[in-house]
């Protein structure tokens, strides 16, 4: 779940347009709040096909028996995302490539 699945997630994200500040604020909230409550914000994303996606998995996270763990695994999850996603942005801008 950390390895390929949080660098498959960045991938899909970053192509979807998603910024890591808004995934890692996404990744807080989550801590703060527990995935019941991040799955039901409007926008858990500012892009909407990005927003789509994520709140899918939230829902899913939602249907864990794991309680405070869960949330904090998928919150500790989406940061691990955000970071793949700002490490892909910061190589591309180095070296000009999608």
């Given at each position: 779940?950390?390895?390929?699945?949080?660098?498959?997630?960045?991938?899909?994200?970053?192509?979807?347009?998603?910024?890591?500040?808004?995934?890692?604020?996404?990744?807080?909230?989550?801590?703060?709040?527990?995935?019941?409550?991040?799955?039901?914000?409007?926008?858990?994303?500012?892009?909407?096909?990005?927003?789509?996606?994520?709140?899918?998995?939230?829902?899913?996270?939602?249907?864990?028996?794991?309680?405070?763990?869960?949330?904090?695994?998928?919150?500790?999850?989406?940061?691990?995302?955000?970071?793949?996603?700002?490490?892909?942005?910061?190589?591309?801008?180095?070296?000009?490539?999608g």
């Amino acid at each position: 779940m950390f390895g390929d699945g949080a660098a498959a997630a960045a991938v899909v994200l970053d192509r979807l347009g998603a910024e890591p500040r808004s995934v890692a604020f996404l990744a807080d909230t989550v801590r703060a709040d527990g995935l019941a409550r991040a799955a039901e914000l409007p926008e858990p994303l500012p892009d909407r096909d990005a927003a789509v996606l994520v709140r899918e998995w939230l829902l899913a996270g939602t249907e864990l028996a794991g309680g405070i763990a869960a949330d904090d695994t998928a919150a500790t999850w989406l940061r691990a995302v955000a970071t793949v996603i700002e490490l892909k942005q910061l190589t591309r801008a180095r070296h000009g490539s999608g």
